[in-house]
């Protein structure tokens, strides 16, 4: 019932900037606390950024400063820009959704629904 579809994914250079967006269905978006992470090959997925549904948001270290969630409520779509890219920002990139929360979570289980994810690659 629920479906969060991310979108933006590619290849960027060194330095460049993408703009990931994660469309959903089947939820109540107003409501829902909504997330950004990632997962390198090997490694552990990891918190990028959150917003609440009082548009709270939170930043993991990785790339604070570097990047900026949002969301459209009207078009039921959040956003994540992401600027001065590094090849190590290269990841799939995995939008997340739980419902009621008031501040958002770091960790994977605070998120009931997931998308497919979106491929983002930093070319040196």
């Known amino acids: 019932q629920v479906q969060l579809v991310e979108s933006g994914g590619g290849l960027v250079q060194t330095g460049g900037s993408l703009t990931l967006s994660c469309a959903a269905s089947g939820l109540a978006f107003t409501r829902a606390a909504l997330a950004w992470f990632r997962q390198a090959p090997g490694k552990e997925r990891e918190f990028v950024s959150g917003?609440?549904?009082?548009?709270?948001?939170r930043y993991g270290d990785s790339m604070k400063g570097r990047a900026t969630i949002s969301r459209d409520n009207a078009k039921n779509t959040v956003y994540l820009q992401m600027n001065s890219l590094k090849p190590g920002d290269t990841a799939i990139y995995y939008c997340a959704a739980g419902d009621g929360a008031l501040t958002p979570g770091q960790r994977k289980e605070s998120y009931d629904y997931w998308g497919q994810g979106t491929q983002v690659t930093v070319s040196s």
């Open positions: 917003i609440s549904g009082i548009s709270v948001t």
